[in-house]
């Protein structure tokens, strides 16, 4: 039906999962008719930014500096009536809105401009981990307030639905679940790239490569990564005709990959000298060339104490790579245990390593986890299923509103 506007509000387009889920949505829905104002606020300085990738698909921003990820009643204040300036100029059929502060903000304006449809995306359990007991109960008791006002909310998965409904936010019938959509086919033929990344950091064919991909922030849970690394790493110096033989003798070395930056960047490079593994740990920064660094990983690595669903696994599972991830969030819709991976509790350091020495020491494994990984996540998790389930969603919500009935009739 399209003929929808929609103002689409994410607090920032940091790296990440949120960022390439909003940019790929409001490109492909304006191909099918409809109108997007996507608005962003501002990154943080070790956050990188993707606006110059929806700048490539036709969309410029507009920006809202005061809109950010920190909690400031001024900057709060001046976000929020920008936003509803914005809304009443504008006059959306609906808003959506993206990521904690996007959906604090931009709800509360949506309702008080009358917008007949408001929806929020939930893309992490962002209720649970990040802050302490008191922040988090006012967090959740807001959220239970927003959802009142909220048409729709949505969220990844079946688990952090559940998760929320169980914090009493928000009824059954609001909720929908919508799976993240990604351009997956990039990742299909990685062979193609295999070598390239290897020959840039100088490491050998034979050695093996675990790599881990995200922002360098506490949530994510890189030291545990390290320690993982320092426990393999031990172990194989002490390896004789053991377990870790036939590890020994097919790869010269095993080395692990850090993808990404952050504001624990420097603290991590430190705790890996600390550790002793500084030579085995090769930290690549913010890359945007992602295929290559995939290709020529032997095993991808989660290590989160909270997720929503993790776009590195899809991706990497996409490109037949096993992975070894923390039970955590949406984790376990992804990662099959014993099947296209391994899941280990969070915060475990030495089950963690277990699991990774078992993908070391069986190509065979590591080869058959990373088929049933592809199967696992195409095309559940493809930009196309995302669009068609969003666009039937919209037309729906659109159709049931009185005020917008006779509009687009």
């Known amino acids: 039906m399209p003929n929808i506007k929609i103002i689409r509000i994410i607090a920032r387009l940091n790296i990440g999962g949120p960022a390439i889920h909003t940019i790929l949505l409001s490109s492909e829905l304006d191909k099918l008719g409809y109108k997007t104002i996507l608005v962003k606020g501002t990154e943080g300085p070790r956050e990188g930014s993707m606006t110059d990738l929806a700048e490539s698909k036709g969309i410029k921003p507009v920006v809202i500096p005061e809109l950010g990820r920190e909690i400031g009643l001024k900057n709060d204040l001046i976000a929020f009536y920008k936003l509803y300036k914005l809304i009443k100029k504008e006059k959306p059929d609906i808003v959506h809105t993206h990521t904690a502060k996007a959906g604090t903000l931009g709800r509360q304006a949506a309702w008080l401009a009358r917008v007949p449809v408001i929806i929020h995306t939930f893309h992490g359990h962002v209720l649970t981990g990040y802050f302490g007991k008191l922040k988090s109960w006012i967090f959740i008791q807001m959220e239970k307030g927003l959802a009142n006002i909220s048409t729709r909310i949505i969220t990844l998965s079946e688990e952090l639905k559940r998760e929320l409904m169980g914090m009493g936010i928000g009824s059954a019938e609001k909720f929908e679940t919508i799976p993240l959509g990604l351009k997956l086919a990039p990742f299909f033929d990685l062979a193609k790239y295999r070598g390239e990344f290897r020959t840039e950091i100088g490491v050998s064919l034979d050695t093996l490569l675990i790599g881990i991909v995200g922002r360098l922030v506490p949530i994510k849970g890189h030291r545990q990564f390290l320690e993982g690394a320092k426990i393999i790493t031990d172990r194989m110096k002490h390896a004789g ?12 070395d095993v080395k692990f990959v850090i993808v990404g930056d952050g504001e624990l960047r420097e603290e991590l490079e430190e705790y890996a000298k600390k550790l002793g593994i500084a030579d085995k740990v090769i930290f690549t920064g913010f890359r945007r060339d ?70 070391l020491s069986d190509a065979l494994l590591r080869k058959k986890m990373g088929e049933a990984g592809r199967r696992c996540v195409f095309p559940k998790y493809d930009s196309s299923n995302l669009v068609k389930t969003m666009d039937e969603l919209y037309s729906s919500l659109v159709k049931k509103s009185p005020a917008l009935t006779a509009d687009k009739s």
Request: aromatic share 8%; hydrophobic share 50%.
């Open 290 to 359: 992602l295929q290559r660094i995939y290709a020529d990983l032997d095993i991808v690595a989660l290590t989160s104490f909270n997720e929503g669903t993790p776009v590195s696994i899809i991706e990497a599972m996409v490109g037949d790579k096993p992975v070894v991830a923390a039970n955590v969030g949406g984790v376990s819709s992804l990662v099959k245990d014993g099947v296209t991976g391994f899941l280990v509790p969070p915060g475990r350091a030495d089950l963690f390593a277990d699991a990774l020495i078992k993908l």
């Open 241 to 252: 005709v053991t377990f870790y033989e036939d590890l020994l003798k097919k790869a010269t």
